[in-house]
Nanobody
Framework: VQLVESGGGLVQAGGSLRLSCAASGRTFNRNAMGWFRQAPGKEREFVSAISWSGSTTSYADSVKGRFTISRNNSKKMVYLQMNSLEPEDTAVYYC?????????????????WGQGTQVTVSS
């Protein structure tokens, strides 16, 4: 499985970005997908996850109400709509595939990772 993120960039505080993740390979529809982020000098942290069907989602408290995760299984795509961005959201954002079908928050519950896309929010 290969995951390729896109959509990152530089945006002012209060602005929006939409990240996309394109998946290739056999298994996609049977796995939950997630987004993590890593800022310089910090550990990789959970942002959001979505179940294999798209019916269940999970968000970190820091992004709840501002970010929305979605997926299109027919296109093998996962999205992260980010609104009301804050400088604290600055990080490299990674798309990842979970081992199972349910959205999980533990980084060790994921097996395949994309190369990441940089999001920079200026104040």
């Amino acid at each position: 499985v290969q995951l390729v993120e896109s959509g990152g960039g530089l945006v002012q505080a209060g602005g929006s970005l939409r990240l996309s993740c394109a998946a290739s390979g056999r298994t996609f529809n049977r796995n939950a997908m997630g987004w993590f982020r890593q800022a310089p000098g910090k550990e990789r942290e959970f942002v959001s996850a979505i179940s294999w069907s798209g019916s269940t989602t999970s968000y970190a408290d820091s992004v709840k109400g501002r970010f929305t995760i979605s997926r299109n299984n027919s296109k093998k795509m996962v999205y992260l709509q980010m609104n009301s961005l804050e400088p604290e959201d600055t990080a490299v954002y990674y798309c990842t595939r979970a081992y199972g079908m349910a959205p999980v928050r533990n980084v060790h519950e994921y097996d395949f990772w994309g190369q990441g896309t940089q999001v920079t929010v200026s104040s």
